[in-house]
């Protein structure tokens, strides 16, 4: 039963463009949410966070988005680049600080293109 | 520099032997994890730890011992390797609400 859920296993979007990625979660009890970002052969990099108290977090390209009640987020990237050709993992956690580690989607590769 | 270094970077063992991986961070993070990455699951939680000789159990331990006698180290042993235990394996340790992770550790089992 997977409680964090990438449905797009991929996605290509033009360089200059908006790239959305979307995430769905089941667990009522998750209150903290991050996306971080993977390159081949590296660990994963945080990006950013959101707590469920928030509905918005930007951090210069990158906004994070929270709907609540449809336990959905999504990131957006504006405008992207071709270093953002990555995998991108929607995280959660249960306990605010992910004492207990968190709980991952199965990545959505994004392939920026020129 | 600091940051959080994992050794090997490769492995390749044969089915039956026992591995260490290894994790080792500067920053004197108090809670550390380990995680494994298989193409369609994404990363699943094997081992965590709340400070040293505290440790517990995640997602999908079977398979896996765990050690923390110090902080800045935590070691992930396979005590008999079995293919199923083939993946990418990923260590981390957690600032407040972000956790950092290591390069990772790619294992193959034959």
């Known amino acids: 039963d997977q409680q964090v859920k990438q449905n797009s296993p991929s996605l290509s979007v033009q360089e200059g463009r908006i790239s959305i990625l979307n995430c769905d979660y089941t667990n009522s009890m998750f209150d903290y949410f991050l996306w971080y970002k993977k390159y081949p052969a590296e660990g994963p990099t945080f990006l950013i966070s959101?707590?469920?108290?928030?509905d918005k977090n930007e951090d210069g390209r990158f906004t994070v988005f929270l709907n609540k009640s449809a336990k959905h987020l999504s990131l957006h990237i504006v405008p992207s680049q071709p270093g953002d050709s990555a995998v991108y993992f929607c995280?959660?956690?249960?306990?605010?600080?992910?004492?207990?580690?968190?709980?991952f989607g199965k990545g959505t590769h994004l392939i920026i293109q020129p | 520099d600091a940051g959080i270094t994992q050794s090997p970077r490769y492995k390749i063992t044969e089915t039956g032997r026992q591995v260490t991986l290894m994790c080792h961070q500067t920053w004197s993070h108090s809670y550390m994890f380990w995680y494994r990455q298989d193409l369609g699951h994404g990363l699943r939680l094997i081992y965590y730890?709340?400070?040293?000789?505290?440790?517990d159990k995640g997602e999908v331990p079977d398979g896996y011992v765990v050690s923390r006698s110090k902080t800045e180290n935590f070691p992930l042993t396979l005590e008999s390797a079995t293919r199923s235990q083939t993946s990418v394996y990923f260590c981390?340790?957690?600032?407040?609400?972000?956790?950092?992770f290591g390069p990772g550790t790619r294992l193959t089992v034959t």
């Open positions: 995280a959660a956690s249960a306990q605010g600080g992910g004492a207990d580690g968190l709980t």
């Open positions: 981390a340790s957690r600032e407040l609400y972000e956790q950092y």
């Open positions: 730890s709340a400070a040293a000789d505290i440790t």
């Open positions: 959101i707590s469920s108290i928030k």
